[in-house]
């Protein structure tokens, strides 16, 4: 039952971060085709937002690599531990506790504002 309930909220973490780099990744190219077609200046957030987004995409793939690499539990651990120590940028920002924080946050308001809008009109 415990085993059950792990997986589950690791998939759950799974999906969430796959969402949000998904969503990254169309906020990051809507600013960037923005910029480009439209003669838009890019706001200093909006190019750290590109940033991040082209930092996440190049570490994504050498952080699936280290998943998938057939280790014990105990591997990983001590494999991310080391990384997460010496290199700490080395993470995608969407598996991050801040990022992570500030979605669990998100999701605990959004019912509330949904909640409060009874007149139809968005907050």
Not at 26 to 37: E, R, V
Not at 104 to 110: A, E, T
Not at 111 to 122: I, L, T
């Amino acid at each position: 039952v415990v085993v059950d309930a792990m997986y589950s909220q690791g998939v759950l973490i799974h999906n969430f971060n796959e969402d949000k780099f998904g969503q990254d990744l169309q906020y990051a190219g809507s600013l960037f085709s923005k910029a480009a077609l439209s003669n838009y200046t890019l706001q200093p957030r909006e190019v750290r937002t590109i940033e991040r987004t082209v930092k996440d995409c190049a570490v994504m793939v050498p952080f699936l690599i280290i998943l998938i690499i057939p280790l014990t539990p105990v591997g990983h651990v001590l494999i991310f531990s080391f990384i997460q120590k010496f290199f700490p940028d080395f993470f995608p920002s969407t598996f991050t506790e801040r990022r992570q924080s500030v979605m669990r946050i998100y999701r605990d308001i959004v019912p509330d504002v949904e909640k409060a809008d009874v007149s139809g009109v968005r907050l």
